[in-house]
């Protein structure tokens, strides 16, 4: 029995990893499961997979629970806030933690998990954005493996099984172009909230199907991929691939381009992670090659979407300037769900952010939080 716990599990990864949990309960054992707000939900999760310990982050709510599992006499720890999520990324049993939270709320419990020597499935890309350096440090000092779980880390993490890393030449990383693929700038001055949430492939969270929309997703890729593959900024290519069945592909010295392609399901890098090193099989559909009617590829548009470039740009800047790109970007979609800003807002509030930062070039944790919290304020007061 593999012992798991999932951060986020009441989200969109994380309700999917419970069902790879469902699907191999002979193989996969819960220990704990948190969430920001969703008790409901994490109540039937509790019923289902039976966590020792979880977490509701906000204390009012947790009470709530905490009430209800105790009138029915179910013995559950409930913790509550970032302690609470340090607790049960640290729990004593873990084997594999699911980084699945939103946001880089995950980077601390993500980098406690790592100091007590328990292994990482992230799908949580802003903790590797914000803290790369210091996520990459700490895995390597405790000896822990990194499981990348988004779709396109986990398809170059498959391309390089059996490469060695001086062979790769570079990796190119697929976007959907999102909702707004081929738009102008002028088109995009007058796109709704409603539109940018209806990805063409991919049922997600809110906030990275925004994300998707604006190719900040894909910005906060390249950084991932960085860190994750230990690569020069000149070796992260991004590709336009509206059909979302090449996930990825790695382009090694003798110019041979290895590709992993699936159906978009992310159940596919969620059962990779939890099985490393192991292939498990499962039920669930392959590709069916007679139906696919194209492949295509192009040019990303950095222009009419230039969350792309500035995601580049914080690459080239380095220190503390992604972690900035990652809090004022965080801000500015949420300003932008709760429809107070327009969507080309977004990367406005970002450049301006990223224009205002005096970079601290080599930054320990309290750097980055004091970063982060910085322009999150400036973000927050952008008109
Ligand atoms: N969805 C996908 O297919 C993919 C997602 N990812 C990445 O995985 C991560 C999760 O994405 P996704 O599942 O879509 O997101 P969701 O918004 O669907 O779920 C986020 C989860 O985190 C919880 N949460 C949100 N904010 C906080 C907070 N401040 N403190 C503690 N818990 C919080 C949510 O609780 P509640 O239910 O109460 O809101 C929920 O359980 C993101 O980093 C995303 O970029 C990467 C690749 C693909
Ligand atoms: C499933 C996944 O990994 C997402 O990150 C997805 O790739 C988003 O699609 P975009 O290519 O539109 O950003
Ligand atoms: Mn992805």
Redesign the pocket.
């Known amino acids: 029995m593999k012992n798991i716990s999932i ?8 309700t999917q990893a419970l069902e790879v949990v469902s699907e191999n309960s002979n193989a996969l054992n819960i220990v704990g499961l ?5 008790i409901d ?1 994490l109540e039937k999760q509790i019923d289902t997979y039976s966590p020792r310990i979880v977490c509701v ?1 906000d204390g009012d709510t947790a009470l709530v629970l905490e009430k209800r599992l105790k009138k029915r006499g179910l013995a559950v720890d409930v913790v509550t806030g970032l302690e609470g ?1 340090i607790a049960v990324a640290t729990a004593s049993e873990n084997d594999l933690l699911l980084t ?4 880089m ?2 980077l601390q419990p993500t980098l406690a998990a790592i100091n007590a020597g328990i292994d990482i499935a992230l ?4 903790t590797l954005v914000a803290g790369g350096q210091l996520v990459m440090d700490a895995a390597a000092a405790s000896g822990v493996s990194l499981l990348p ?3 396109e880390h986990c398809a170059i993490f498959q391309c390089l099984m059996g490469n060695k890393h001086e062979e790769i030449d570079r990796i190119i990383i697929t976007a959907s172009g999102g909702p707004f693929r081929g738009y102008s700038h002028k088109q995009l001055e007058s796109v709704t909230l409603a539109q940018a949430l209806k990805h063409p492939n ?1 049922s ?5 199907t925004i ?1 998707s929309a604006t190719l900040m ?1 894909k910005g ?1 890729e390249v950084i991932e991929a960085k860190w994750l593959f230990n690569l020069r900024n000149n070796q992260i290519d991004v590709v336009v691939h509206p059909q979302s069945i090449v996930h990825s592909m790695v382009e090694f010295i003798d110019h041979s381009t290895i590709a992993q392609l699936g159906l978009p399901d ?1 159940a596919l890098p969620i059962q990779i992670a939890f099985f490393y090193p192991e292939r498990v099989a499962n039920n669930r559909p392959a590709l069916d090659f007679s139906q696919i009617r194209e492949l295509t590829f192009s040019e990303p548009d950095r222009i009419a979407f230039p969350c792309l470039q500035l995601a580049y740009d914080a690459l080239e800047i380095g220190g503390t300037m992604a972690c900035v790109l990652n809090a004022a970007n965080e801000i500015a979609v949420s300003r932008f769900l709760n429809q107070e800003i327009s969507f080309l807002d977004i990367p406005r509030i970002n450049r301006q952010v990223m224009e205002q930062h005096q970079v601290i070039v080599h930054p320990n944790l309290d750097d980055v939080l004091a970063a982060d919290a910085w322009a999150r304020e400036i973000s927050n007061a952008y008109n």
Not at 34 to 38: H, K
Not at 100 to 103: E, F, M, T, Y
Not at 123 to 126: D, H, L, M, Y
Request: net charge neutral; hydrophobic share 40%.
């Open positions: 951060l986020g599990s009441t989200g969109s990864i994380g948190t969430t920001n707000t969703s939900l982050m999520l699945a939270v939103s946001g709320i995950g799908a949580n890309k802003e779980v988004d779709s991919w997600m969270g809110k906030k990275i994300d997703n906060l992310m």
